[in-house]
């Protein structure tokens, strides 16, 4: 099942604005991770927000998470041109550890 | 310490071969997943092990095999090559497992299938 949709799709922004990216599971999970991905990289962790938080912070990143709507959000401030990746939510519930197809950010110089 | 470390990083096979994949993860860590990544299905994930036993499985045919050794290094194989198996595979490593916490990915090996 898939515990890790992410909305948009692609997003393009100048740098200095602040990149919004969203997540939705499908069934209830311990925990929600975000990852980034540079082009043909592994990944990176980004932050852990753990079902029973509300929101978490980390340097320019904000994680919002609502298990009532089952969504998460992931917020970049004051982007910079190496922000541009492509970036990951999965939920971890059971064993199987399952993500999105990911948001690709553009951030234009 | 160093990080996930997955061999080889590239490699060319032709249809009908099969490929073998390896992972060492970082040092203390009992639990290895798998994944696939192409352009059309986005990641997903193959099989995790832990402590040498297989822990969950993806969807995936029977030409997907894995196994972990007692040193938690991890291999995957894949038989009987088809085109669609094209991809970047990439193994993560973790403490307690995939439903626990962080992962620490490798950077893949891209594997060409013509």
């Known amino acids: 099942s898939q515990q890790g949709e992410e909305d948009p799709q692609a997003l393009s922004i100048q740098e200095g604005e602040n990149a919004t990216m969203n997540c939705s599971y499908k069934?209830?999970?311990?925990?929600l991770q975000w990852y980034r991905q540079n082009s043909g990289r592994g990944l990176v962790h980004l932050i852990l927000?753990?079902?029973?938080?509300r929101e978490k912070h980390s340097g320019r990143l904000r994680v919002t998470l609502d298990t009532s709507k089952k969504s998460s959000s992931l917020l970049i401030t004051a982007s910079r041109a190496a922000d541009t990746a492509s970036y990951f939510c999965?939920?971890?519930?059971?064993?199987?550890?399952?993500f999105g197809k990911g948001t690709k950010l553009s951030v234009i110089p | 310490k160093a990080g996930v470390t997955q061999t080889p990083r590239y490699l060319i096979k032709t249809r009908g071969q099969q490929v073998t994949l390896s992972c060492s993860p970082i040092?203390?860590?009992?639990?290895v997943s798998w994944y696939q990544q192409t352009p059309g299905q986005g990641l997903q994930f193959l099989f995790e092990?832990?402590?040498?036993?297989?822990?969950n499985k993806g969807n995936f045919p029977g030409r997907f095999s894995g196994r972990q050794f007692s040193n938690s290094r991890s291999e995957m194989n894949v038989s009987t090559l088809e085109l669609g198996d094209s991809a970047l595979y990439l193994c993560?490593?973790?403490?307690?497992?995939?439903?626990?916490?962080?992962?620490?990915f490798g950077e893949g090996s891209r594997l060409t299938v013509l």
């Open positions: 040092s203390g860590h009992r639990s």
């Open positions: 993560a490593s973790s403490l307690g497992g995939t439903n626990t916490g962080e992962l620490f």
């Open positions: 069934t209830s999970i311990n925990n």
């Open positions: 999965s939920g971890a519930g059971s064993y199987q550890l399952t």
């Open positions: 927000i753990r079902s029973n938080e």
């Open positions: 092990y832990f402590s040498e036993t297989q822990r």
